[in-house]
């Protein structure tokens, strides 16, 4: 997870402040040392370290401490306030037009970047706010990328406009800009060709696309995990064929979170999304105050519940609900709250957001089973629908034909359906909880 590193040492400056009464200018100052140091060790460019710094040292030593906050605490504060502000302070949203006007979206970036594939992410964001997008397949370079597009266009459910590897960038373009008009389609979203490294060439075909269509948006897609590269391609794009704003894909790996704290500041263009994964729901909105009490380790809560409002299936959970009083859940029911849960990102995704845990991530991770999960999810898929909801029913034939369909061995077929009725035995003695549930019902 990004920031692990940075996290940490700044948890322990703040730790030292914290444990001091009063600070004195020359407190401060050392603080501030360490907290330079360990923005330079997560790659955070060298120029915005130095203002970043002073910013907090003027703020910190000029201001009145305040009510109920002691001394340190008000540094974590100015801190926390300063990160925000590196990070561009609002969420920016792309531009797109209401109706059914058409928004044209450019992606550009380098090869292996993550485009195609946060193309796609983006076309099914899009997808789900009610638009109708167009994916095109400008990168006439690569074949390959043409075929990613479709089949990552195909799980989305959204149309690829492709004319092969022969026709010019722009040609295609234009074509894809008369299909979308022509079917409705009011978003269309332009994957370009990378390359290894900046060059002129690329440049060039980006402009001209640029002066052929009209482009809404230019979106740039980099690499978080190549840190300072990752600034200085966005520095360069932005100069010689100008964007709107920055993707930032591969947050999940263990980049040292340099890039997301320093693009916004070196180029000027803020950070729409952020990559968190491979799979195509792995795209977040970059929200800066929640990155920097990520950063700080204070957790993502908001985030936290964001996902979940929009991966629980409310009218799901009501049923749910309604079923735990009647005690009268069934393994379809086990089997909802496992995809609900998978939604979300899995287990290990939501402890990470969670507060304090960001840090320990290691040692929860190795506690949790999450190839367990997936087998207790395939021992449900293996039993027929009666059994599902009749699990009386599961004697020793059965049980051998579920564990021989979900490849696992029969005691696991047994453990599972033990467990089972030991927590349905373990709810009706507790009658109290379930009668006052609130569960399922609309959060605040
Ligand atoms: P392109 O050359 O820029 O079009 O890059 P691709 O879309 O082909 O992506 C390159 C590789 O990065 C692929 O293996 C993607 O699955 C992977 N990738 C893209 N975005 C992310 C991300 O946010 N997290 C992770 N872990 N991998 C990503």
New binding site residues.
């Given amino acids: 997870m990004a920031f692990e590193s940075l996290t940490d040492k700044l948890q322990n400056v703040f730790k030292k402040l914290r444990s001091k009464g009063r600070l004195t200018e020359e407190d401060v100052k050392i603080a501030l040392k360490e907290v330079k140091m360990a923005l330079l060790e997560a790659d955070v460019n060298f120029r915005v370290v130095k203002q970043f710094t002073k910013s907090v040292q003027e703020r910190a030593v000029g201001q009145d401490v305040m009510n109920g906050l002691n001394p340190g605490q008000m540094v974590i504060k100015i801190v926390n306030e300063e990160l925000v502000n590196l990070m561009g302070s609002e969420t920016t949203e792309l531009p797109i037009k209401p109706g059914n006007d058409l928004t044209v979206i450019m992606m550009a970036?380098?090869?292996?970047?993550?485009?195609?594939?946060?193309a796609a992410k983006l076309a099914g964001k899009i997808k789900s706010k009610g638009k109708r997008p167009l994916l095109v397949a400008c990168?006439v370079y690569?074949p390959a990328?043409i075929t990613?597009l479709q089949v990552n266009g195909e799980k989305q459910g959204v149309e690829v406009f492709t004319m092969g590897d022969k026709q010019s960038p722009v040609d295609i373009a234009k074509a894809a800009v008369a299909h979308a008009k022509a079917n409705q389609q009011n978003v269309v979203i332009i994957?370009t060709a990378?390359r290894l490294h900046v060059d002129e060439d690329m440049m060039q075909e980006l402009a001209d696309i640029k002066s052929n269509i009209e482009v809404d948006a230019t979106v740039l897609?980099v690499?978080a995990m190549t840190g300072q590269d990752a600034v200085n391609v966005a520095q360069t794009f932005a100069e010689k064929v100008g964007i709107d704003g920055v993707i930032l894909?591969?947050?999940?790996?263990d980049t040292r979170g340099g890039a997301a704290l320093s693009i916004k500041s070196v180029t000027g263009k803020p950070i729409l999304y952020?990559?968190?994964?491979?799979k195509l729901s792995?795209?977040e909105q970059f929200y800066p105050e929640r990155m920097a009490s990520r950063i700080l380790g204070m957790g993502d809560v908001m985030s936290l519940i964001e996902k979940a409002e929009a991966a629980v299936d409310q009218e799901a959970a009501q049923e749910m609900s309604k079923k735990l009083k009647k005690m009268d859940f069934d393994f379809n029911d086990y089997l909802t709250s496992l995809e609900q849960m998978n939604k979300m990102g899995g287990i290990s995704s939501i402890l990470n957001m969670l507060p304090g845990v960001g840090s320990k991530m290691k040692d929860v991770e190795s506690m949790i089973d999450e190839k367990a999960m997936d087998r207790t999810k395939s021992i449900i898929l293996s039993m027929t629908p009666q059994e599902r909801s009749n699990p009386g029913i599961l004697n020793l034939s059965r049980k051998n034909r579920i564990a021989r369909g979900a490849g696992v061995d029969v005691a696991e077929v047994n453990r599972l359906v033990k467990q089972f009725e030991q927590s349905k035995k373990m709810m009706k003695q507790m009658p109290g909880l379930m009668g006052g549930g609130k569960m399922g019902g609309k959060r605040g």
């Avoid at 380098?110 to 594939?117: D, P």
């Avoid at 952020?274 to 491979?278: C, P, R």
């Fill in positions: 970036g380098l090869q292996g970047a993550g485009k195609t594939t946060t990168d690569r990328a990613q994957d990378g897609v690499d894909t591969k947050m999940d790996g952020v990559g968190m994964g491979e792995d795209l």
